[in-house]
């Protein structure tokens, strides 16, 4: 270490005090005793003496102070501040800041001359001109920085974040500042420059363990720091102002900006080339962090616990304050996940599947259990400390559940009929063609809701959409926790009917949360993550009290959506009945899958009324994996094993069937009453909105007598004259069209063309119009007219 000897620029005093002689003015030896001469004459004598009075004050808080200043060794052997500890629900130590604290001293010739003039150029430029305080850094902390609403450069001085860091506490309070600003003048006086920046840098924070500059060059480069180059000095001279939100293993990449905004600094200063600096940047952008033994558990949990708690309550109450955090996190669940992951990622590697994420909560709380971001979050090689549980993907067909209980609230119901047709959707001929298809290419022509979302049909689901509104269903959506639906004016424009298919990005935190609406009874309680913070003497800062929750949808149509999901029987005309989506012994559990196009995601999101389980498959750079099929492989062995384990030991736990849910006996193919010779089956409606007659698509026609293949002439009618004969007639109207065209029956009589051929004439209904009457006799050539038979439509409700 250095010499210790005190510097040979020693200053006599800290004040010189001079007492003017009054006398010595004649202005003030000549005064009259006038009222107001004698007024002025005491305001300057109480101001003079006032002012000996602060002076005198100042400095005898300098010497109470400054009377205990440790000597250099101390200060840099000071017991650094106590860790902060983040434990699960039940008191595991998941990471400790400090844990096995990893701290080398080093001398500062051993320090590289950039990683030096990095530090002073991004936090103190002026550090070997001031007097331990910057009279500008004050300026710009108080004023500018605020204005412009970012840190630009260090607002205190490297000699008072010494003085902070090793003999002051990370309290937020004006005698605090005095005090910091007191000893860091005195530090200054005392020490040398070269000193000062030396026990700076082995003694502050650079993220996990990592005390000082030889021990976060080992963590992050895996290389003493004499070793560093341009590029690593420039990293690690960044990290000290928030080592959580620039740590490489945080998820996020703002290290980048930050050694950025270091290297932009050092050339600005004249300490490198702009060359220089473009070389090292590049460097940044492609390096490989070591993040050796940083002594973590549940990390992408750990992670985000730590960047709530610093927007909360600082970086530095966090790094050094000694808190101790309970989390919702259960480590049993956590730890199984995470090896669940990993494992089923590792047997995805011929399916071109490079990562994964799950998550579980319990809906009744909100509470976050298990939380995992990547296979691996030590694999830098593949961004493994990246959380995809907090990044933003497409979410495929996994959110459909939601348009469809917008449609429940709005008098539709799980007997609903629907045509699966190709459909173009939009609104005229000079919009761009809209035509999905589902995920197997075929269609169904009718088919009721429980059908359409068991087994996840994509053109009846647009079709919902269409029907009830994007708008309605992005508000929903938004208030069941997909914050990136929030139903703006931007985000409208920029969304249209693929939204229910995966239009706009979601998170696996968002989703999770809004099935946990559905699982809670229709319910909502936000998710949360930390359920108390304690200060080193044990003070509560922080308590979770849980909130009423709030209602989003009736219990009644969280209940349908739950039983449609939870249908195996329905849903096996995709899956099987023996797919990843069933979890023995456990009937009650509700689940939903999703794919994007082109396979760059899949998803599967279930629950129960205890758990909430959603899991993840893709790829980072967001490039098609192989032949991925949903509920067989991808997510959803993911979320089987992690729901199995979850539930292993419990109850089933059917959902309960509210009072004004009833069932009834519906005819199976048409969604309505039951018809004699079809096929029938059971079906749940919320109290009145049961069918109260056969579905509209069976029409019982008129025929003419005297035109073959006519529908009935007017005079017919009237006269009894005409034959009837049952048809299916599937009609929908077109709620998107501006033109007068219905893309929705092109559709669905395109369909019916390629289904059934002239052997099935009970799908093709006379569309001509007999025009016999008796006096004139049968007409040779009769004029078609358009029927006025009417027929069944489906029109969005109001």
Same mark, same amino acid.
């Given at each position: 270490?250095?010499?210790?000897?005190?510097?040979?620029?020693?200053?006599?005093?800290?004040?010189? @005090?001079?007492?003017? +002689?009054?006398?010595?003015?004649?202005?003030?030896?000549?005064?009259?005793?006038?009222?107001?001469?004698?007024?002025?004459?005491?305001?300057?004598?109480?101001?003079?003496?006032?002012?000996?009075?602060?002076?005198? @004050?100042?400095?005898? @808080?300098?010497?109470?102070?400054?009377?205990?200043?440790?000597?250099?060794?101390?200060?840099?052997?000071?017991?650094?501040?106590?860790?902060?500890?983040?434990?699960?629900?039940? %008191?595991?130590?998941?990471?400790?800041?400090?844990?096995?604290?990893?701290?080398?001293?080093?001398?500062?010739?051993?320090?590289?001359?950039?990683?030096?003039?990095?530090?002073?150029?991004?936090?103190?430029?002026?550090?070997?001109?001031?007097?331990?305080?910057?009279?500008?850094?004050?300026?710009?902390?108080?004023?500018i920085d605020p204005i412009l609403r970012q840190r630009v450069t260090g607002g205190s001085t490297i000699t008072q974040q010494l003085v902070k860091n090793v003999l002051l506490t990370s309290e937020r309070s004006l005698p605090r500042k005095i005090k910091e600003l007191m000893l860091a003048i005195q530090v200054d006086r005392k020490y040398t420059k070269d000193e000062i920046l030396e026990m700076y840098l082995n003694d502050v924070p650079y993220g996990g363990t990592a005390i000082g500059v030889q021990a976060a060059s080992q963590i992050y480069f895996n290389k003493d720091v004499k070793d560093l180059n341009l590029a690593e000095s420039a990293f690690l001279a960044g990290l000290p102002q928030s080592p959580s939100t620039y740590s490489p293993f945080s998820g996020d990449k703002y290290y980048l900006s930050r050694t950025k905004n270091v290297l932009a600094q050092m050339e600005s200063q004249g300490y490198i080339t702009k060359k220089q600096a473009e070389k090292a940047y590049k460097e940044i952008e492609n390096k490989k962090f070591s993040g050796s033994d940083i002594g973590i558990k549940a990390p992408h949990f750990v992670m985000f616990v730590k960047q709530a708690l610093v927007k909360q309550f600082g970086e530095s109450a966090v790094e050094n304050g000694g808190l101790r955090v309970t989390t919702t996190l259960d480590y049993k669940?956590?730890?199984?996940?995470?090896? &669940?992951?990993?494992?089923?990622?590792?047997?995805?590697?011929?399916?071109?599947?490079?990562?994964?994420?799950?998550?579980?909560?319990?809906?009744?709380?909100?509470?976050?259990?298990?939380?995992?971001?990547?296979?691996?979050?030590?694999?830098?090689? +593949?961004?493994?400390?990246?959380?995809?549980?907090?990044?933003?993907?497409?979410?495929?067909?996994?959110?459909?559940?939601? #348009?469809?209980?917008?449609?429940?609230?709005?008098?539709?119901?799980?007997?609903?009929?629907? &045509?699966?047709?190709?459909?173009?959707?939009?609104?005229?001929?000079?919009?761009?063609?809209?035509?999905?298809?589902?995920?197997?290419?075929?269609?169904? %022509?009718?088919?009721?809701?429980?059908?359409?979302?068991?087994?996840?049909?994509?053109?009846?689901?647009?079709?919902?959409?269409?029907?009830?509104?994007?708008?309605?269903?992005?508000?929903?959506?938004?208030?069941?926790? &997909?914050?990136?639906?929030?139903?703006?004016?931007? +985000?409208?424009?920029?969304?249209?009917?693929?939204?229910?298919?995966?239009?706009?990005?979601?998170?696996?935190?968002?989703?999770?949360?809004?099935?946990?609406?559905?699982?809670?009874?229709?319910?909502?309680?936000?998710?949360?993550?930390?359920?108390?913070?304690?200060?080193?003497?044990?003070?509560?800062?922080?308590?979770?009290?849980?909130?009423?929750?709030?209602?989003?949808?009736?219990?009644?149509?969280?209940?349908?959506?739950?039983?449609?999901?939870?249908?195996? #029987?329905?849903?096996?005309?995709?899956?099987?009945?023996?797919?990843?989506?069933?979890?023995?012994?456990?009937?009650?559990?509700?689940?939903? #899958?999703?794919?994007?196009?082109?396979?760059?995601?899949?998803?599967?999101?279930?629950?129960?009324?205890?758990?909430?389980?959603?899991?993840?498959?893709?790829?980072?750079?967001?490039?098609?994996? =192989? *032949?991925?099929?949903?509920?067989?492989?991808?997510?959803?062995?993911?979320?089987?094993?992690?729901?199995?384990?979850?539930?292993?030991?419990?109850?089933?736990?059917?959902?309960?069937?509210?009072?004004?849910?009833?069932?009834?006996?519906?005819?199976?193919?048409?969604?309505?009453?039951?018809?004699?010779?079809?096929?029938?089956?059971?079906?749940?409606?919320?109290? =009145?909105?049961?069918?109260?007659?056969?579905?509209?698509?069976?029409?019982?026609?008129?025929?003419?007598?005297?035109? *073959?293949?006519?529908?009935?002439?007017?005079?017919?009618?009237?006269?009894?004259?005409?034959?009837?004969?049952?048809?299916?007639?599937?009609?929908?109207?077109?709620? &998107?069209?501006?033109?007068?065209?219905?893309?929705?029956?092109?559709?669905?009589?395109?369909?019916?063309?390629?289904?059934?051929?002239?052997?099935?004439?009970?799908?093709?209904?006379?569309?001509?119009?007999?025009?016999?009457?008796?006096?004139?006799?049968?007409?040779?050539?009769?004029?078609? #007219?358009?029927?006025?038979?009417?027929?069944?439509?489906?029109?969005?409700?109001?």
């Open positions: 270490m250095f010499d210790y000897a005190r510097k040979s620029r020693r200053r006599s005093s800290y004040f010189t @005090l001079s007492i003017p +002689n009054f006398g010595r003015f004649g202005k003030f030896n000549n005064f009259s005793n006038t009222p107001k001469d004698v007024l002025i004459s005491k305001i300057f004598k109480y101001s003079f003496f006032g002012l000996i009075g602060l002076i005198l @004050l100042m400095a005898v @808080l300098f010497i109470w102070y400054g009377r205990d200043l440790p000597a250099p060794g101390k200060l840099v052997e000071a017991q650094v501040s106590q860790s902060s500890g983040i434990y699960d629900r039940n %008191g595991e130590l998941l990471f400790s800041v400090y844990q096995n604290q990893n701290r080398i001293y080093v001398t500062l010739d051993k320090i590289p001359k950039f990683l030096r003039q990095g530090t002073i150029a991004i936090e103190d430029k002026s550090f070997y001109e001031n007097e331990g305080f910057s009279i500008t850094g004050y300026i710009r902390g108080l004023i669940i956590e730890k199984e996940a995470e090896k &669940i992951v990993n494992e089923e990622i590792k047997k995805l590697k011929n399916y071109k599947v490079g990562n994964g994420a799950a998550m579980v909560t319990n809906p009744k709380t909100g509470e976050i259990l298990a939380m995992v971001g990547s296979e691996d979050y030590f694999n830098t090689d +593949n961004d493994g400390n990246f959380n995809a549980a907090a990044g933003f993907r497409q979410p495929g067909s996994s959110l459909k559940p939601i #348009t469809y209980a917008v449609a429940f609230s709005r008098g539709y119901t799980p007997s609903t009929l629907l &045509i699966d047709s190709q459909t173009n959707f939009k609104a005229n001929d000079d919009e761009k063609d809209y035509i999905p298809v589902n995920y197997d290419g075929k269609y169904r %022509g009718p088919v009721q809701v429980r059908f359409a979302l068991a087994n996840s049909l994509n053109v009846p689901a647009v079709k919902m959409l269409s029907m009830v509104g994007v708008k309605n269903v992005m508000q929903k959506a938004y208030e069941m926790g &997909i914050d990136n639906w929030q139903p703006t004016d931007e +985000n409208l424009r920029n969304v249209g009917y693929s939204l229910v298919l995966g239009g706009r990005d979601v998170r696996l935190l968002d989703e999770v949360e809004a099935y946990g609406v559905f699982a809670n009874g229709g319910q909502k309680q936000s998710l949360v993550s930390i359920l108390e913070v304690k200060d080193s003497k044990g003070n509560t800062l922080y308590k979770y009290n849980q909130p009423s929750p709030q209602r989003i949808f009736g219990e009644d149509i969280s209940f349908l959506i739950s039983h449609i999901l939870l249908d195996n #029987t329905v849903r096996s005309a995709t899956f099987g009945t023996n797919s990843y989506l069933v979890i023995p012994g456990h009937p009650s559990v509700s689940v939903k #899958t999703g794919t994007t196009d082109e396979k760059r995601d899949n998803w599967t999101v279930g629950y129960t009324k205890s758990f909430v389980v959603g899991s993840w498959v893709g790829n980072n750079d967001n490039t098609p994996m =192989g *032949n991925i099929t949903s509920g067989v492989t991808g997510a959803a062995p993911i979320f089987n094993r992690l729901m199995t384990f979850v539930l292993k030991g419990k109850e089933d736990e059917p959902f309960n069937k509210p009072d004004n849910v009833e069932a009834a006996i519906i005819d199976a193919y048409g969604g309505g009453a039951p018809v004699d010779g079809k096929p029938q089956r059971s079906e749940y409606f919320i109290k =009145g909105t049961q069918p109260s007659g056969p579905s509209n698509i069976y029409q019982k026609i008129k025929l003419s007598k005297h035109d *073959n293949g006519k529908l009935a002439s007017p005079w017919e009618i009237e006269h009894g004259q005409y034959d009837t004969k049952d048809y299916i007639v599937l009609k929908e109207d077109d709620p &998107i069209s501006q033109d007068g065209k219905n893309r929705w029956m092109e559709g669905i009589t395109e369909w019916i063309k390629k289904t059934y051929a002239a052997d099935h004439p009970e799908y093709y209904p006379p569309t001509e119009t007999s025009s016999y009457k008796e006096e004139e006799g049968s007409s040779d050539t009769p004029t078609p #007219t358009p029927s006025e038979t009417p027929t069944p439509t489906l029109t969005p409700t109001p």
